[in-house]
C-alpha cells in the first residue's frame, strides 16, 4: 500500500486507521487491536501520521517516531469541523487525516517522558492539595455541628487538631465522633508529608533546570510556578510572541466580532488550567504588593486606582506571561525595571 497520510482514532483498546494515497483515494480504512498498532505501522513505508492530542497521543507518537514517521498531534476542538454527519471512529480517523493536511493548522509538541513525569508531579501534588482542603473542610464542618470554630488557614486547622487530642484525652466530645474525626486528622497529616515529598522532588527540578531557575526570579512565578512553566512550554519558538502564549494560557479577552465591530468579553480561559491558576494567583501576590508598596510596582499601582483589583490581577498575569516567553526565547535573565529619580 502506498499510504502518503493517516489519520489515528485513539483508544484504549480498538483503534480506528484512515489513510490516503498522494491523490487522496482512501486505501485503509480498518480497525486495528492495540496489540497490532506497531506491527501495522513497521510495515509502512514512512508517511505522515496525524492523531488527536489525547492522554495517550503523547506515547503513541514518540512510539511511530521511532518507526521513521511523521506524527502531527492537533488539539480536538480543531478536528471537530472535519467530521461528516453522524460522529462514529471511522468519521473521526477521516477526519483527523484530512485535518493534518490542512496548510494553517496548528499542532501540539509531542512531549519527551521527562517532561510527561515533571509534569505529572504538579498534577500529583495539585489533586493531594484539593484531597486536604476537603479533608479539612469536612473536619470543620463536623466541629462546627457542636459548635466548636477555629480560625482560617493553617493556624485554624492546628487549633482544631489539639482541640480533637483534648477531647480524646478529656472525653468532652462524643466517642464515636471523636474516632471519626480522628480517621480525618490522619489523612489529613499523610497528605501533609505527601504534598513536602513532592515539594522536595519540584525543588530538585527547579535546581536542574536553568530555565526554571531564570523563571523563578520574575516577581509572582516561585519555584511551582516556574517548573510549571519550564514542563509545560517545551518549544517556546512555538509561540511568535508573548501574546500567544497568554493566549494559550487563556489570558486574554474572548472575542465575539463581526462587521467591523469589536466586542471583548472576559478571559477565554482556554489552554492549559494549571498554568492560568498558577499565573491568576502569582498575579494577586503582586497586587497585595503593589498596594503596599506602589513606588515599586508603579503601573499596577495606577491600574489599581481605576479597576478592580481582580481584573488588575488578570492582567498582571497576562504580563508574567509574556515576561516569561521573552525570557525563554532569548535565553536572557529577568532585569526589573529601575524607576529613575530625577535630582
Known sequence: MQV????IDLAKNVFQVHGVDEQDEVVVARQLRRKQVIAFFEKLEPCL???????????????????????RLIPPIYVKAYVKRSKNDAADAAAICEAVTRP??????????????????????????????????ALRAHLAE?????????E??????????DARS??????????ALGAIIDQVMS???QIRELDGCLKQQHRASDVSQRLEAIPGIGIVGATALAAAVTDPGQFKSGRDLAAWIGLVPKQHS????????????QGDRYLRRLLVVGGTSVVKLAKVFPWKYPWVAKLLERKPAKVVAIAVANKLARIAWALMSTGEVYRPRVRRVRL
Open 170 to 179: 478529656s472525653g468532652s466530645l462524643p466517642a464515636q465522633m471523636i474516632e
Open 146 to 154: 457542636l459548635g466548636i470554630v477555629a480560625e482560617k488557614g493553617r
Open 191 to 193: 497528605l501533609e508529608q
Open 104 to 137: 494553517s493548522m496548528r499542532f501540539v509538541p509531542v512531549k519527551t517522558e521527562e517532561q510527561q513525569a515533571a509534569m505529572a508531579v504538579h498534577r500529583a501534588r495539585s489533586l493531594l492539595i484539593r484531597q486536604r482542603t476537603q479533608l479539612t473542610n
Open 4 to 7: 502518503h497520510t493517516i489519520g
Open 49 to 71: 501520521v496525524g492523531m488527536e492530542a489525547c492522554a495517550t497521543a503523547h506515547h503513541w507518537a514518540r512510539e511511530l517516531i521511532k518507526l521513521g514517521h511523521t506524527v
Open 258 to 269: 463581526t462587521g467591523g465591530k469589536v466586542r471583548l468579553g472576559s478571559i477565554s480561559k
Open 156 to 165: 485554624g486547622l492546628g487549633q482544631l487538631v489539639e482541640i480533637v487530642a
